[in-house]
T-cell receptor, first 114, second 110 residues
Framework: DQQVKKNSPSLSVQEGRISILNCDYT??????FLWYKKYPAEGPTFLIS???IKDKNEDGRFTVFLNKSAKHLSLHIVPSQPGDSAVYFC?????????????WGLGTSLAVNP | DGGITQSPKYLFRKEGQNVTLSCEQN?????MYWYRQDPGQGLRLIYY???????QKGDIAEGYSVSREKKESFPLTVTSAQKNPTAFYLC?????????FGPGTRLTVT
């Protein structure tokens, strides 16, 4: 049972435009959500996170939106740059005390074309 | 500078051999994790450790073993019992909420 699901396997956008990556989740116990970026043959790097008490968090070109009623998470990148081309993973943390095991989505490949 | 190191970057082994992947961190994090990633897949949790001398099985622990004798180190042994060991292995450590990843080890077993 995939508790965190990406909505599309890949996305291609033009440089300067907005990139929107989406994840849906099924477990209403998730209380913390994260986005990671991964280049090939490298470890993921943390991008941005959001707590379930918020519906938006912004950091520079990156904004994460959380729609708890729809169990939907999205990452907006604007303006998109060629260096943003990577695989993006959403992850969620269940409300399980201090455990903080992350449940990972399958990843969406973003290509930003110059 | 602080971070997580994994060595080696690429590792080749013959089928039937055990192999140990190294993971070291100098971030003073208590929690450490091992994941594997296969093509087109997300990260799957193998083992994690919340504190020294303690570790828990993740979702796909069969065929793997770990130890956590020091806070800085969390080595993963891929045993001959692991049916599909060829994969990209990632080690991570955690502070309060985010996990920080090492560069990964690509293991190829033939």
């Amino acid at each position: 049972d995939q508790q965190v699901k990406k909505n599309s396997p890949s996305l291609s956008v033009q440089e300067g435009r907005i990139s929107i990556l989406n994840c849906d989740y099924t477990n209403s116990m998730f209380d913390y959500f994260l986005w990671y970026k991964k280049y090939p043959a490298e470890g993921p790097t943390f991008l941005i996170s959001i707590s379930s008490i918020k519906d938006k968090n912004e950091d520079g070109r990156f904004t994460v939106f959380l729609n708890k009623s729809a169990k939907h998470l999205s990452l907006h990148i604007v303006p998109s740059q060629p260096g943003d081309s990577a695989v993006y993973f959403c992850a969620a943390s269940p409300n399980a005390g201090n455990n903080r095991k992350l449940i990972w989505g399958l990843g969406t490949s973003l290509a930003v074309n110059p | 500078d602080g971070g997580i190191t994994q060595s080696p970057k690429y590792l080749f082994r013959k089928e039937g051999q055990n192999v140990t992947l190294s993971c070291e961190q100098n971030l003073n994090h208590d929690a450490m994790y091992w994941y594997r990633q296969d093509p087109g897949q997300g990260l799957r949790l193998i083992y994690y450790s919340q504190i020294v001398n303690d570790f828990q099985k993740g979702d796909i622990a069969e065929g793997y073993s770990v130890s956590r004798e020091k806070k800085e180190s969390f080595p993963l042994t891929v045993t001959s019992a692991q049916k599909n060991p060829t994969a990209f292995y990632l080690c991570a450590s955690r502070d309060t909420s985010e996990q920080y990843f090492g560069p990964g080890t690509r293991l190829t077993v033939t």
